[in-house]
């Protein structure tokens, strides 16, 4: 079964970090993109980064750009999001999700369940 | 960047509803647009990629249309298993992928 499994959430105060990790089964996870998604409290879904298979490409939103950092370990089918300086705004379900490519066309699947992350003092 | 904008941001509807929610981009983006469903507590779910392809496995109630700047996403048929949120994202400028604001279905 192809399956995404995040963790590493939780509660953490203003100014701290975090990594999250998701694990990959099921699939080739070195053959694919990946990507983290994330959805604020009453929110709508955010783009948050982008790793290339190798490794060696990696994007990120305006929001998180120069706090986050996107890594991932193929030998471990293994992605992670540092998350550093982490405001209240951070404060989301963090959704790892597969690029599928078909062609000249991209979308996400599989995703994972998400785990939840609170910046709160 | 290019901005993703959903009309409308909620909707009410009823079992047996037809039903159409519009996704418009900041420029155009061929068909370069897919759809997911989005429930409470679940992974997101891919309904149409490319526009207008169904993803394996959808009903065939969900259909999708729309090149350009303009999208639509149509249910024709609503069940009671539909109502969730709906978000619409562009494919165009990979690696970034940026969604719509989302459209909340919820029964009348």
């Known amino acids: 079964e192809v399956q995404l499994v995040e963790s590493g959430g939780g509660l953490v105060q203003p100014g701290g970090s975090l990594r999250l990790s998701c694990a990959a089964s099921?699939?080739?996870?070195?053959?694919?993109?990946m990507n983290w998604v994330r959805q604020a409290p009453g929110k709508g879904l955010e783009w948050v980064s982008y790793?290339?298979?190798?490794?060696?490409?990696?994007f990120y939103a305006d929001s998180v750009k120069g706090r986050f950092t996107i890594s991932r370990d193929n030998a471990k089918n293994s992605l992670y999001l540092q998350m550093n300086s982490l405001r209240a705004e951070d404060t989301a379900v963090y959704y790892c999700?597969?690029?599928?490519?078909?062609?000249?066309?991209?979308?996400?699947?599989?995703w994972g369940q998400g785990t939840l992350v609170t910046v709160s003092s | 960047d290019i901005q993703m904008t959903q009309s409308p941001s909620s909707l009410s509807a009823s079992v047996g509803d037809r039903v159409t929610i519009t996704c418009r981009a900041s420029?155009?983006?061929?068909?370069?647009l897919n759809w997911y469903q989005h429930k409470a507590g679940k992974a997101p779910k891919l309904l149409i990629y490319?526009?207008?392809s169904l993803q394996s496995g959808v009903p065939s109630r969900f259909s999708g249309s729309g090149s350009g700047t303009d999208f639509t996403l149509t249910i024709s048929s609503l069940q009671p298993e539909d109502f969730a949120t709906y978000y619409c994202?562009?494919?165009?400028?990979?690696?970034?992928?940026?969604f719509g604001q989302g459209t909340k279905l919820e029964i009348k």
């Open positions: 099921g699939f080739t996870f070195s053959s694919y993109e």
């Open positions: 994202q562009q494919s165009y400028s990979t690696p970034l992928y940026n």
């Open positions: 420029q155009s983006i061929s068909i370069y």
């Open positions: 790793i290339s298979r190798s490794d060696n490409s990696t």
């Open positions: 999700a597969s690029t599928m490519v078909r062609g000249v066309f991209h979308w996400f699947d599989p």
């Open positions: 490319a526009a207008s």
